[in-house]
């Protein structure tokens, strides 16, 4: 039986290649009987520095299967009923420079995920501590961020731009051996539906995918990256050919808003639907059996006030056709809040017309505030919807957020006498110095300053 595994992702490209189909950087260093032969090494060289084996270590907490029913048995129930056990566990993926100079390496989620430790080996063998900035579960995106000098980045491509039958090469670590490289093509766009909770919209390859790729890089043959690889689909977990992808364009929206609020504050359209199937079509007269069929539109959504209706079909998302409704809201929910977004729509009248929508925000989740600062643990922050700083929207008991002074309704609007509308400005700050800070924090009509180190 097939089944979904997040574990990896690298390709195997078998045939010929044309000396005409490769970029400049495929240089043509040797010849065989006379005549000279294509390679990438010459791009690879650039990019490979780029491309990270991470390895985990964490305590996963397993509750206990025991059955409230026969607890009796293994002595006393109430003191069994809340049974729980630790579990250490070890793990390895990959991941990709995105930015030198800042240190961020983006991976899959999953890779990360309950990690009390993670540990970066670059390919010059040097092994440094990475610390997580944010995640994002449902699309399965993580930041995290090293302090090293003299690294490579792997420069982002346009995802949008690339088509089907395109060559691709993936980079990562598969089953801890080492980078390995491996070469295939683009076999599909706009994939969802392996997850129906997710926000899906992968990059399909003919993918040779193994254990520990997961988080690598998919990238063309001019070296940009185009997606991180996240998932296969095989028997037990093998590899049948069928990889994904994120594409570069979707985590580079999730990164920037990871960056700025530590989190995702993913955009909604505010619509229910389903994927135009033939039946459909045929009802509504359709000349295509693709694109997003509008079942529902929420009152007062961003969908509501820009004039969608139901019964409406979204068959282009920024001006790139989209075939389903789940591609729909894969590329919707990468999407930042506060974003414009143009969605070209099918009329019941039959007529096409484009809609400028601004898109709404989300239920906010809290933020990991300790990713920014050990000392601020335990308190959930929000930018203020006026610039005016870091809302401080809770604060635990006993959490060192509440040890330095912090309280529910506060707003940090500066730290060391320099002004910070925002919880990205924050984090670049405490990022680019060292040692005391003094956090300006306005508490009704008073103002007053709370020390971290």
């Known amino acids: 039986m097939k089944k979904l595994s997040v574990l990896a992702t690298s390709i195997l490209l078998s045939g010929t290649i044309a000396v005409a189909s490769l970029p400049a950087q495929a240089n043509l260093p040797y010849s065989v009987n006379g005549q000279q032969m294509p390679s990438l090494a010459p791009m690879l060289e650039k990019v490979t520095p780029g491309v990270v084996l991470i390895s985990v270590t964490g305590t996963h907490v397993e509750k206990s299967k025991v059955p409230d029913a026969f607890k009796f048995f293994f002595g006393n129930p109430n003191q069994n009923r809340n049974q729980s056990r630790e579990r250490e566990f070890r ?4 991941g ?8 961020y390496i ?5 890779v990360i995920n309950e990690a009390d430790e993670i540990l970066i080996t670059l390919k010059d063998g040097r092994q440094i501590k990475a610390k997580k900035i944010g995640s994002d579960a449902s699309s399965d995106i993580a930041l995290l961020q090293i302090d090293a000098e003299n690294l490579t980045e792997v420069e982002l491509g346009d995802s949008d731009n690339i088509r089907v039958g395109d060559f691709a090469v993936a980079i990562g670590s598969p089953f801890g051996l080492g980078q390995t490289v491996t070469s295939g093509i683009i076999s599909a766009l706009g994939r969802s539906g392996l997850n129906a909770q997710n926000y899906e919209d992968f990059i399909q390859t003919d993918a040779a995918i193994n254990s520990g790729n997961s988080g690598g890089a998919l990238i063309d043959l001019n070296g940009k990256l185009i997606g991180i690889n996240t998932a296969i689909l095989g028997p037990n977990g093998g590899n049948v050919g069928i990889g994904f992808a994120i594409p570069s364009n979707m985590v580079d929206n999730l990164v920037r808003q990871i960056i700025e609020f530590g989190e995702v504050r993913r955009g909604v359209l505010g619509v229910l639907g389903r994927s135009v199937n033939g039946e459909i079509a045929k009802a509504l007269e359709l000349e295509s059996s693709q694109g997003g069929f509008i079942e529902q539109v929420v009152a007062d959504s961003a969908a509501d006030e820009a004039g969608i209706e139901a019964g409406d079909v979204i068959t282009k998302v920024n001006g790139k056709m989209v075939k389903t409704f789940a591609e729909i809201r894969g590329k919707i929910g990468s999407i930042g809040a506060g974003k414009n977004v143009q969605l070209t729509v099918i009329k019941k009248d039959g007529s096409e017309k484009n809609y400028d929508v601004t898109l709404k925000k989300q239920a906010t989740a809290k933020v990991e505030a300790a990713s920014i600062h050990r000392m601020l643990d335990g308190a959930e922050l929000e930018n203020n919807a ?11 008991d006993d959490s060192p957020a509440a040890a330095i002074g912090l309280q529910r309704g506060d707003v940090i609007s500066g730290i060391n006498r320099t002004r910070i509308k925002s919880i990205g400005e924050l984090r670049s700050y405490l990022n680019d110095n060292k040692g005391v800070f003094a956090l300006n924090v306005v508490r009704g009509n008073s103002t007053l300053f709370l020390m971290i180190r």
């Not at 990709?96 to 240190?103: E, F, P």
Request: charged share 25%; glycine share 14%; hydrophobic share 40%.
């Open 106 to 110: 983006v991976t899959n989620n999953h």
């Open 91 to 94: 793990g390895l993926g990959s």
């Open 96 to 103: 990709v420079i995105i930015d030198a100079d800042k240190g």
């Open 386 to 396: 006026d610039a005016l700083g870091i809302d401080i929207k809770s604060v635990e």
